[in-house]
RNA sequence: GUGGUUGUGGCGAAGUGGUUAACGCACCGGAUUGUGGCUCCGGCACUCGGGGGUUCAAGUCCCCUCAUCCACCCCA
């Protein structure tokens, strides 16, 4: 059998490749229009810091991060996910020196070596947004209305943003004990990985799918019960401009992110429809992550999106606009002396910015205009022999099945004419 | 890492052990000689994922393997 893609991968080819094309422009707006910059950073990074900014206990870390050694010995890692790498950049170009906060987004490739199945790839895209160096729940407010606002202008409906705030560090502890000794007599009966994550991370019990584990932390305390004045302040003011802005959240008090730099807001946004991977969009608050990679204590919040799965959903919704790419005019040639005029004539309307394409292989005549009927054009061009005799071209306009003659001198004008105003028919 | 599913021509899809492996779509060509989208006709598979086995005989049964898809874990 020949070679075929790696698995978890993908070839996107036309025909599909304009939904991602349509995707990404509409992404691009929202965040000029926020005021938000790319940003583009390397697809592999040093193991290290996603050890660091990722968070040693994570699966990510743990279990799915493709490493490698370079040919110096050095371990690198295909990036995972995008945050700690506009991390690095952020100190390493010395981003905290300009005004801030910095505003970035970023889409590309991620990866991480898992079993695909419905939107789970081992190569996937994400589209982030990051902004470091502002602390107040604005921040948050900003960066979920601009998720919120994508999803609106992509035609979405159905969908679930949740918010919690996950606390910080001063009243986490607080949480982390009131939730042990709540489960402690049960601590037994909890699902194999919440009796680990048990002292390593309890909070993440209360997120656990097991239906057992979820009827044992039934009634047990929540980040929420424990935040401290600051961090209750902060969230109360996250749902005051959420509402203001019109966006439609729940609290979800259960809703703790699987990444450990998460501090105070942690949202995610979800759409049923796509199978069971239904999370497209999931974010938080990091302010302990820029510090952790040896930058300044820059307080951080941002989003990742999974762009697989909202193309998922723009499918199922069927939400996509008409993207029908269509050469305006074919030019057909008919033998050698014909195609050289008819090139000329091409190449004439292409600087003009004219769509438009000329047979390749030498079909007939009939073939051609099968053609061109298949690239969906409004024109054919026909020049052949006898046209070329008498200094003409034939206009067939394949919309109505109508045609003329132009002499060849005034076919480049009048075919742009037509493109310029944008012949519908 | 665990569980299940599927694997026939470019795509979809028949085929319930036995001569030349249906059909549909797509593609290419043609229907009195230079005009498309409809219709009609014709062309287009020598590994039925790969390997091994059972049998007189296997796409059809068994084993192994690879790939795929779906689900769990976890995540986007």
Redesign the pocket.
Same mark, same amino acid.
């Given at each position: =059998?020949s070679i075929?893609?790696? #698995?978890?991968?993908?070839d996107l080819l036309p025909g599909y490749i304009e939904k991602w094309q349509y995707l990404e422009e509409v992404i691009r707006k929202v965040c000029f229009e926020y005021g938000y910059e790319e940003i583009r950073t390397p697809v592999f990074e040093s193991t290290e810091l996603f050890k660091r900014g990722v968070g040693e206990t994570?699966?990510?870390v743990n #279990?799915?991060m493709y490493t490698f050694l370079d040919k110096g010995e050095r371990s690198m890692t295909l990036r995972?996910?995008g945050?700690a790498s506009v991390c690095r950049a952020y100190v390493e170009n010395k981003l905290y020196g300009t005004q801030q906060p910095v505003k970035l987004y970023y889409v590309g490739p =991620?990866f !991480?070596y898992?079993?695909?199945?419905?939107?789970?790839?081992?190569q996937?895209?994400?589209f982030?947004a990051e902004v470091l160096g502002a602390d107040k729940p604005v921040v948050d407010a900003e960066v979920i209305t601009l998720v919120w606002d994508l999803y609106q202008r992509l035609g979405l409906t159905g969908l679930e943003v949740h918010i919690n705030s996950v606390g910080c560090p001063s009243c986490r502890p607080l949480h982390r004990e009131s939730l042990q000794s709540f489960l402690d007599q049960r601590r037994t009966d909890l699902?194999r990985?919440?009796q680990d994550?048990f002292d390593r991370n309890p909070m993440?019990i209360l997120?656990? #799918?097991?239906p057992s584990c979820q009827t044992l932390t039934h009634g047990a305390p929540t980040t929420l019960d424990h935040l401290c004045e600051d961090c209750a302040s902060h969230f109360t003011q996250l749902q005051e401009l959420l509402e203001a802005a019109g966006v439609a959240y729940k609290v979800n008090s259960r809703l703790?992110?699987?990444?450990d730099y998460y501090r105070r807001t942690a949202f995610?946004?979800l759409v049923e429809e %796509?199978? +069971?991977?239904? +999370? %497209?969009?999931?974010?938080g608050r990091y302010d302990g992550l820029v510090e952790e990679i040896g930058g300044p204590s820059t307080p951080g919040i941002g989003? +990742? =999106?999974? =762009?697989?799965?909202?193309l998922a959903a723009i499918e199922v919704q069927k939400k996509f606009p008409e993207l029908k790419p269509a050469q305006f005019a074919m030019v057909?040639a008919?033998g050698d002396k014909?195609q050289q005029r008819g090139f000329s004539i091409l190449s004439e309307l292409r600087k003009s910015g004219v769509p438009a394409s000329i047979d390749l292989?030498? !079909?007939?005549?009939?073939?051609?205009?099968?053609?061109?009927? /298949?690239v969906?054009?409004h024109y +054919?061009l026909?020049?052949?022999?006898?046209?070329?005799?008498r200094g003409r071209v034939?206009i067939?306009?394949? /919309?109505?099945?109508?045609?003329s003659e132009v002499p060849v001198s005034e076919i480049v004008s009048v075919i742009s004419d037509k493109y310029r105003e944008g012949a519908r028919v």
């Amino acid at each position: =059998m020949s070679i075929q893609r790696p #698995k978890g991968t993908q070839d996107l080819l036309p025909g599909y490749i304009e939904k991602w094309q349509y995707l990404e422009e509409v992404i691009r707006k929202v965040c000029f229009e926020y005021g938000y910059e790319e940003i583009r950073t390397p697809v592999f990074e040093s193991t290290e810091l996603f050890k660091r900014g990722v968070g040693e206990t994570t699966d990510i870390v743990n #279990k799915e991060m493709y490493t490698f050694l370079d040919k110096g010995e050095r371990s690198m890692t295909l990036r995972p996910e995008g945050t700690a790498s506009v991390c690095r950049a952020y100190v390493e170009n010395k981003l905290y020196g300009t005004q801030q906060p910095v505003k970035l987004y970023y889409v590309g490739p =991620m990866f !991480r070596y898992e079993r695909p199945q419905t939107g789970r790839f081992r190569q996937f895209h994400q589209f982030g947004a990051e902004v470091l160096g502002a602390d107040k729940p604005v921040v948050d407010a900003e960066v979920i209305t601009l998720v919120w606002d994508l999803y609106q202008r992509l035609g979405l409906t159905g969908l679930e943003v949740h918010i919690n705030s996950v606390g910080c560090p001063s009243c986490r502890p607080l949480h982390r004990e009131s939730l042990q000794s709540f489960l402690d007599q049960r601590r037994t009966d909890l699902c194999r990985d919440c009796q680990d994550r048990f002292d390593r991370n309890p909070m993440r019990i209360l997120d656990c #799918k097991n239906p057992s584990c979820q009827t044992l932390t039934h009634g047990a305390p929540t980040t929420l019960d424990h935040l401290c004045e600051d961090c209750a302040s902060h969230f109360t003011q996250l749902q005051e401009l959420l509402e203001a802005a019109g966006v439609a959240y729940k609290v979800n008090s259960r809703l703790v992110r699987g990444l450990d730099y998460y501090r105070r807001t942690a949202f995610e946004v979800l759409v049923e429809e %796509i199978g +069971a991977q239904s +999370a %497209i969009c999931g974010g938080g608050r990091y302010d302990g992550l820029v510090e952790e990679i040896g930058g300044p204590s820059t307080p951080g919040i941002g989003f +990742a =999106m999974g =762009m697989e799965r909202v193309l998922a959903a723009i499918e199922v919704q069927k939400k996509f606009p008409e993207l029908k790419p269509a050469q305006f005019a074919m030019v057909i040639a008919l033998g050698d002396k014909a195609q050289q005029r008819g090139f000329s004539i091409l190449s004439e309307l292409r600087k003009s910015g004219v769509p438009a394409s000329i047979d390749l292989v030498g !079909r007939s005549l009939k073939a051609q205009l099968k053609a061109a009927d /298949r690239v969906n054009a409004h024109y +054919a061009l026909i020049l052949g022999q006898d046209e070329l005799d008498r200094g003409r071209v034939v206009i067939r306009n394949l /919309r109505l099945g109508e045609q003329s003659e132009v002499p060849v001198s005034e076919i480049v004008s009048v075919i742009s004419d037509k493109y310029r105003e944008g012949a519908r028919v």
